[in-house]
């Protein structure tokens, strides 16, 4: 058996007001964006610049939705987890028993703030939008964390608990 061959990485890193942004491709679509993160590039994928234009429109506040080719891995679990979140409009949010509840699990709150923390494309499937049964910013991975989350929020226009 002779295993499929895949592309190569590529990796470049963009800027942002929330400070330095990391794309990762394989072949033409996005696997991972890191926020806070510099590094090193690596190959080429034309898949950046449109990246870059969606990101540039974002934080301009000219994108109300991003279309990025992705290709992530994860558990079942957690692709349906961040299909849900990835139906949410800018500016709206969604809670983690909310999420549960439309997968049918309503007492797997838990397991889904699991698979929201490790969503491998955040601002892309805006798991920064996914809040606390309460309003409340209950976590977040990305740069600088919490403080992070607030500013995507605040850019969104949302609303939320400290």
């Excluded at 470049?12 to 942004?21: A, E, K, L, M």
């Excluded at 974002?58 to 679990?77: A, D």
Aim: hydrophobic share 40%; net charge positive.
């Amino acid at each position: 058996m002779n295993p499929m061959k895949l592309p190569p990485k590529a990796v470049t890193t963009i800027s942002s007001p929330i400070g330095p942004i990391t794309l990762i491709a394989q072949g033409e679509k996005l696997i991972r964006v890191e926020l806070g993160i510099k590094a090193k590039p690596q190959g080429q994928a034309k898949i950046f610049d449109l990246a870059q234009k969606q990101f540039e429109q974002y934080f301009s506040g000219k994108l109300s939705r991003f279309s990025l080719p992705l290709e992530v891995s994860g558990t079942e679990f957690q692709k349906a987890v961040w299909k849900e979140i990835a139906k949410l409009p800018l500016g709206k949010t969604i809670s983690y028993g909310e999420i549960a509840a439309k997968l049918g699990k309503p007492l797997a709150s838990r397991a889904v703030g699991a698979a929201v923390g490790s969503n491998p494309t955040p601002l892309v499937v805006g798991c920064h939008r996914v809040l606390g049964s309460t309003g409340k910013i209950t976590g977040f991975t990305g740069g600088e964390g919490i403080k992070t989350k607030a500013w995507l929020l605040n850019h969104e226009g949302i609303e939320f608990l400290d």
